[in-house]
Nanobody, 122 residues
């Protein structure tokens, strides 16, 4: 069984910081791209940041300069460091990963975490 488990959400004041983590586990042969999305109440899910297995990262314009995505391939984990948080960053944050599963050929499949709530409020 393959799963992505997120942690690190919570309540923070404007201007504060949080670090989200997402660990993939199970029969994983390799991981291609990993990323973070978010969904605020009444809004569509949107890309926050993505990091491929090699190459440059990608950020939404609204978080550039404030958020940093990184990954630890040895731990099958992706991180999102969020600084200078604003109330408009309040949302449920979801991680995803494109996984090649052991015994299922070379195609990759996108898996999602369960989501973690981030609330920015004074």
């Amino acid at each position: 069984q393959v799963q992505l488990v997120e942690s690190g959400g919570g309540l923070v004041q404007p201007g504060g910081s949080l670090r989200l983590s997402c660990a993939a586990s199970g029969s994983i042969f390799s991981i291609n791209a990993m990323g973070w999305y978010r969904q605020a109440p009444g809004k569509q899910r949107e890309l926050v940041a993505a990091i491929p297995s090699g190459g440059s990262t990608n950020y939404a314009d609204s978080v550039k300069g404030r958020f940093t995505i990184s990954r630890d391939n040895a731990k099958n984990t992706v991180y999102l460091q969020m600084n200078s948080l604003k109330p408009e960053d309040t949302a449920v944050y979801y991680c995803n990963a494109d996984l090649v599963i052991t015994g299922f050929g070379w195609a990759s499949y996108r898996y999602w975490g369960q989501g973690t709530q981030v609330t920015v409020s004074s």
